[in-house]
């Protein structure tokens, strides 16, 4: 089955340090994976994708991810964490198609705070 | 126009009531979604409308009832719920369902109380 784990529940981290929210990835073949953000009472909003390409994905907010199929990771990072920043994060994966039709499986999101 | 839409943004209701929560986007999407999200977990996957087709139930209850009129409109029609149906509702629409267009933006949600 292809699913996605978020091995941390809650990140802490000091403003303006690198910030770090991991993903591994289970799926046979070439996965698309994603990485959502939901802040407080809002709906997930997109922040990049890896579908193929380079490793190294860049996307809103100053956010990127890496691509590692070696280690099946989609870790989520940003140089210079900001207080805003602190929301519920989730990583996704897109299944193959013709395996199942599910269009994303989420993982269980990851918390960050960001202290000031 | 780049956003999705939801109304109503909160809603409280009865067991025995009947309601409606609506979806709307005009990006020319032509797959909508509608999930259900408990506090602190992720989304759940309740139905997708593809081309204005039902191509995926998530084995739904059938107090959930969707709609989709047309391209731009999602409905979610909601009778005999459960207080343990309360939580966030969240719609989502993508290009289709196809591999590469699949990228899905959400709507803000509705928030919904069974009583």
């Known amino acids: 089955a292809q699913s996605v784990a978020q091995p941390e529940d809650q990140v802490n981290v000091a403003e303006g340090n690198p910030l770090t929210v991991k993903c591994t990835y289970s799926v046979s073949g070439n996965p698309y994976l994603f990485w959502y953000v939901q802040y407080p009472n809002r709906g997930l909003q997109f922040l990049l994708k890896y579908i193929t390409g380079d490793n190294l994905v860049k996307g809103s907010y100053g956010f990127e991810a890496e691509f590692n199929k070696s280690q099946t990771s989609f870790h989520l990072k940003k140089p210079s964490a900001l207080v805003s920043d602190s929301a519920l994060y989730f990583c996704?994966?897109?299944?193959?198609?013709?395996?199942?039709?599910?269009?994303?499986?989420f993982g269980k999101g990851t918390r960050l705070s960001v202290i000031a | 126009d780049t956003e999705v839409t939801q109304t109503p943004k909160h809603l409280v209701m009865g067991m025995t009531n009947k309601k409606s929560l609506k979806c709307e986007q005009h990006?020319?999407?032509?797959?909508m979604y509608w999930y259900k999200q408990k506090a602190k977990k992720p989304p759940e996957l309740m139905f997708v409308?593809?081309?204005?087709?039902?191509?995926i139930n998530e084995s739904v209850p059938s107090r959930f009832s969707p709609e989709c009129p047309n391209s731009s409109l999602l409905n979610l029609h909601l009778h005999a719920l459960q207080p343990e149906d309360s939580a966030l509702y969240l719609c989502?629409?993508?290009?289709?369902?196809?591999?590469?267009?699949?990228?899905?933006?959400f709507g803000p949600g509705t928030r919904l109380l069974v009583l």
């Open positions: 989502a629409s993508s290009l289709s369902t196809a591999p590469r267009q699949e990228t899905q933006y």
């Open positions: 409308y593809s081309y204005e087709k039902l191509s």
């Open positions: 990006m020319g999407h032509r797959a």
């Open positions: 996704a994966v897109r299944p193959l198609p013709n395996s199942g039709n599910t269009p994303l499986v």
